[in-house]
Nanobody, 122 residues
């Protein structure tokens, strides 16, 4: 499965961006991770099937993960009210089977990764 992200960029604090990830094949669990310089890879949000979602506490109420209604292989991350601490490289990830209420955060449980897209917040 190949994953291709797009939609990163630079934005001022309080602004919005939408990230997209196109998967070559359907995977039940898809997620967004991020990695800032000098830090580990952090699970941001995950979606199981069409609508069961999980979020890290720091983005709840600001970020929304979703799949395209017409093409479930396309994943989105709508990011609103961006903060300086949200700046990172964002990665799309996918794995076979369910996300898991705990394991969704574990990067080593994902089989497939995109190349990453940079988000800068100033």
């Amino acid at each position: 499965v190949q994953l291709v992200e797009s939609g990163g960029g630079s934005v001022q604090a309080g602004g919005s961006l939408r990230l997209s990830c196109e998967a070559s094949r359907f995977r039940h669990c898809m997620a967004w991770f991020r990695q800032a310089p000098g830090k580990g890879r952090e699970g941001v949000a995950a979606i199981d099937g069409p609508r069961d979602t999980e979020y890290v506490d720091s983005v709840k109420g600001r970020f929304t993960i979703s799949r395209d209604k017409m093409n479930e292989n396309t994943l989105y991350l709508q990011m609103n009210d961006l903060k300086v601490e949200d700046a990172a490289t964002y990665y799309c990830a996918a794995k076979n089977g369910p996300c898991g209420s705990v394991s969704w955060r574990a990067a080593d449980t994902y089989n497939h990764w995109g190349q990453g897209t940079q988000v800068t917040v100033s």
